[in-house]
């Protein structure tokens, strides 16, 4: 630790002196590449795959502009889930949201995708914060009990305030 604190002290010196002494210059530059994710889906919302540049066009102010880079690889996600487990889950819903939830962070996400997992009823408990490893998704849904009233807007304010 003490190694991280004297790289971030070098860091930080460096980078005051650079700032005095650039103080009064001006700085121009230009941006020459764009980055514009996509997702592309078929009237029913379901997804294009095997697209190529080709089939884009990139417009400024009316004018094209040339596609120079492409990839057609999936980008990480980074996900929020939160659960409402107050009375108004009581039985079935609960159980069935519990397992749409696990088979989501499970099953549909990528290993380089995060997310935190959180529940609400009249106030907010974070079951993990943010990770990539789907590990103990299970045993952190298994002991919920449904109970409270549903207070969303003050679980996230109550959340935000702590």
Do not use: C
Not at 56 to 72: K, L, R
């Amino acid at each position: 630790m003490t190694f991280l604190r004297f790289v971030f002290f070098v860091s930080f010196v460096v980078m005051t002196n650079f700032v005095v002494s650039t103080s009064g210059q001006t700085f121009r530059g230009s941006v020459t590449t764009v980055e514009i994710p996509v997702t592309v889906t078929d009237s029913s919302n379901r997804l294009i795959t095997g697209l190529t540049k080709d089939d884009f066009e990139v417009f400024e102010d009316g004018d094209p502009e040339p596609v120079t880079q492409f990839s057609d690889k999936r980008t990480p996600v980074s996900v929020g889930v939160l659960l409402d487990i107050s009375d108004s889950m009581f039985g079935r819903k609960i159980k069935d949201a519990e397992m749409a939830v696990e088979q989501f962070l499970t099953g549909l996400l990528d290993p380089a995708d995060a997310f935190f997992l959180m529940t609400f009823n009249h106030q907010p408990r974070l079951l993990f914060g943010w990770k990539t490893e789907p590990s103990g998704v299970r045993e952190a849904l298994q002991p919920l009990k449904t109970t409270g009233s549903t207070a969303i807007y003050d679980a996230l304010l109550g959340l935000r305030k702590g």
